[in-house]
């Protein structure tokens, strides 16, 4: 049973989802003043913060394990430090191939000083809008994880969601851990949203 101050929160979250998407389709020419109001309601009562997303490879083993997993992911209008942090597992635009999405963890946004392991490396600082991102498993060697280490820094906007919950198989699954501003933002989406029976039927073995 989810609780009255739950309800609240998510409605809350869905209000500024919904303001922020039509705001962005607004400004881009894509609705009529006409239209703007009538797009966050459409948001507020017939969207949803989140959709499935079919993970392959190992990269992010064991936060994501074994090939396949599906994952529940709530949607970021903008991904921006006040939306997505450090430490978060977030999906993003792929940078050398525009048509596929990664999964990955966030491990540096602007500001942050990056210091190789390797001393021929010269140490920078991530600009406005760039962050880095790394894949969790630990076993693979850096050209095999596709993260940063290969491609470099990634402009922020390149992010599309944070991961909430993954099932690897119908007997194995859970919330995924992300930073504490992550989850403690995302938990009433979580609890609202989370259908484990829904994930079960989409999965893709």
């Known amino acids: 049973m989810v609780s009255l101050s739950t309800w609240f929160r998510y409605i809350a979250h869905k209000v500024e989802y919904s303001v922020s998407v039509s705001w962005k389709n607004y400004t881009r020419g894509q609705i009529s003043d006409r239209e703007l109001h009538d797009s966050v309601w459409k948001y507020v009562f017939h969207g949803k913060l989140t959709y499935l997303h079919w993970n392959k490879g190992e990269e992010m083993a064991p936060t994501i394990g074994g090939k396949v997993g599906t994952l529940l992911v709530r949607k970021l209008p903008s991904a921006d430090p006040t939306r ?67 491609f470099g820094p990634v402009p922020m906007t390149n992010i599309v969601g944070r991961v909430l919950y993954c099932l690897r198989t119908a007997v194995d699954h859970g919330p995924v851990q992300n930073s504490y501003f992550g989850m403690r933002k995302d938990s009433p989406v979580l609890e609202v949203e989370l259908d484990v029976d829904e994930i079960v039927k989409n999965h893709r073995a």
């Open 84 to 150: 997505v942090f450090v430490g978060d597992v977030v999906v993003l635009k792929d940078p050398e191939k525009s048509d596929n999405y990664l999964v990955r963890r966030l491990a540096a946004i602007e500001g942050y000083e990056m210091v190789s392991t390797d001393e021929k490396d010269e140490p920078f600082v991530l600009e406005k809008d760039q962050c880095w991102v790394l894949a969790d498993n630990e076993n693979i060697k850096p050209k095999e994880a596709n993260d940063s280490r290969a």
